[in-house]
């Protein structure tokens, strides 16, 4: 089994940062996708950024392009998510997630989820 653990979170004005980090226990993380979603409340739950570590190849959701990094430290079997010019819409739940299918922003592709970390944009 998957384990993954995310850290990171916390509160932040519009316009700040935060990096995220999902520590991933796996052999390597060669063989998986992993990916970032977030879920903020009353609405469904929606994939942010993934990241093959096999080619390191990223995939972005239209929202967060230019803003958010997604990144794979193949060492550390950690995957961050440097998350630049936030703004209150980003605010939400962050879920770190993995699986087996490569460029995949769907939470149907994932097998093994952390137990997510609390992002808050406000001033």
């Known amino acids: 089994q998957v384990l993954l653990v995310e850290s990171g979170g916390g509160l932040v004005q519009p316009g700040g940062s935060l990096r995220l980090s999902c520590v991933v226990s796996?052999?390597?993380?060669?063989?998986?996708?992993i990916a970032w979603f977030r879920q903020a409340p009353g609405k469904e739950r929606e994939g942010v950024a993934c990241?093959?570590?096999?080619?390191?190849?990223?995939y972005y959701t239209d929202s967060v392009k230019g803003r958010f990094t997604i990144s794979i430290d193949n060492a550390k079997n950690t995957v961050h998510l440097q998350m630049n010019s936030l703004k209150p819409e980003d605010t939400a739940v962050y879920y770190c997630?993995?699986?087996?299918?490569?460029?995949?922003?769907?939470?149907?592709?994932?097998?093994?989820w952390g137990q997510g970390t609390q992002v808050t944009v406000s001033s």
């Open positions: 997630a993995a699986g087996y299918y490569s460029g995949s922003l769907s939470p149907m592709h994932y097998d093994s």
């Open positions: 796996v052999f390597s993380l060669d063989y998986y996708s």
């Open positions: 990241v093959s570590g096999s080619d390191g190849s990223t």
